[in-house]
């Protein structure tokens, strides 16, 4: 395998277990975790195709990818916090209020 | 190309933007300021008019050649996005006399505006996220429902793991093609390559999730009932109207060829059916609005079965259609003293005789999501299925059909809630204690849906003709 395969097959490792994640666990930080590694699967991805071809266009999603990233995660997180506060659990099994 | 041009095709975003940065820098300067709803108000209709206008003027520019364009059909599907959020401003001023619902609205349309021209999938990602990001917080802002944070939550996870699907398809779509323009998708359609056909799966199910389709639909009917009411309509109608153009985007004019025309129509077809057959078993209205939007969003996806030309008419003409009927409904829905009540289909029994008004509104708009003839859903669905038969799938459109009549009885029910059942008499006075009459904005909010529907209803060819394509 050449290196841009093996950079490859981590990120879409990276991906698949992010995914595998926010589908079947159900702890709400680490689905949000999971979400971020499913991000980060991307980012490489595309940084190794960028390097391959030589255009920075790739680079500058991934830039665009950190911002959003974090932007989501800005929003998240006070989310889980209101819903901690009124049931004491970070379990979204407790959560069942709702059903899909 | 000059500051004037650039300024020109920009109008709509640049008015937006102008709104958005005063609505900020009202929040700053004045604490407890009454003007936001103004503001907004008029950031948004100004920049509708000039979408309108940029349209009728037939002009076309781009101002950031590879990543943003403009033309007459962007900028007639821009006027349609924002002529939809005027309504539902106007309905959201006696939910949020103020604060944060205004400034988040504004930057989620600019989002919308920004999916409507984008040409690169930086641009499209960028306007994706603009839209969807405030959308996470408009759910959980009224906080009237103890769901709420639950529901903004699983919307959030779930939109968030469609962006990293989209992102890793844009990726694989890159390592063929080494550019980041949208025609790279188109491209790939046609390619028999293992990676390009990857990369396109992984992009239409990202969509399909944002559009809440089956079997990607589950964040949606939590979220419409856990929003309130004007943040349901706002996902209803612009929400879904701007995942749906950033698909039309994709596609240009591209055909949809053989593997992918079966996963193009198939999930469309079971979103229908099951779509239909859920909002059979539910008891509120705005699940029952949600799973109709299931089904709307599987008839929407069927467009793309159509040849390119036709398929913007027959996209841009049904969100309007819609979009149109879906806050005609939220609007006319009398209030009442506490949100999980007003939503319970009971309370609509007997409307008819308590608010004749109301309930002709609710009744126009039933009729017009089942597609009845005289009403534009009839015209919107007619046109969608027209070009799938014309494409040459007539199986698919004949199971399209029988999916589409599944529907007709859940919205006959609500029909039949307002004008025939009696309220129980026990409930009677209870009922009307708690209901008020619609307020004035409300009233002008369903009436600002309800002439352009009269309006596409009689002369549909000539808002056709103007929506281009």
Known sequence: MTDAQVLLTLAVALFAIGFLGVVVRRHILIMLMCMELMLNGVNLSLVTFAHEQGSPLGAVLVFLIFVVAAAEIAIAIPIALLLVRRKRTVDLYAYTDLKG | MSAETVLTALLPEVLLLAG??????LEIAVPRHRGAFAVSLLAVAAAAAAAA??????????PFPGHYSVGPDTFAAKAVVLALAVPVLLLARGEFPGGPFY???VSSLLGVCLVVSADSFLTLFLGVELMSIPVYVLVVLAFQREESAEAALKYLVLSGTASATFLLGVSLLYGGSGSLALSAFSTALGSRDVLATAGVVLVLSAFFLKAAVVPFHTWAPDAYEAASVPVTAYMAAVVKAGVLFAVLRLFALAPAERPLVDLL???????????????????GLRRLIAYSSIAHAGYLFYAFLGDGPGRFQAVTFYLLAYGLMNVLVLAALPPAGDDVARDRLERLKGLFQRQPYAAWMIAVAMLSLAGIPPFPGFVAKFLVFKNVVAAGYPVYAVL????????LYFYLRVIQYLFMAPPPPAEEASAAEGEGAPSRLALAATVLCLLPAILIALFPGWVIDRLGG
């Open chain 2, 20 to 25: 958005l940065l005063l609505l900020i820098g």
């Open chain 2, 265 to 283: 129509a198939l999930l469309p077809l079971a979103s229908m059916v099951w779509g239909n057959l859920a909002a059979m078993r539910q008891d």
């Open chain 2, 400 to 407: 399209g059909l029988v999916g589409s009549y599944l529907g």
């Open chain 2, 53 to 62: 206008w940029l349209s009728a003027g037939g002009s076309s520019a781009a």
């Open chain 2, 103 to 105: 400034p988040l609205l």
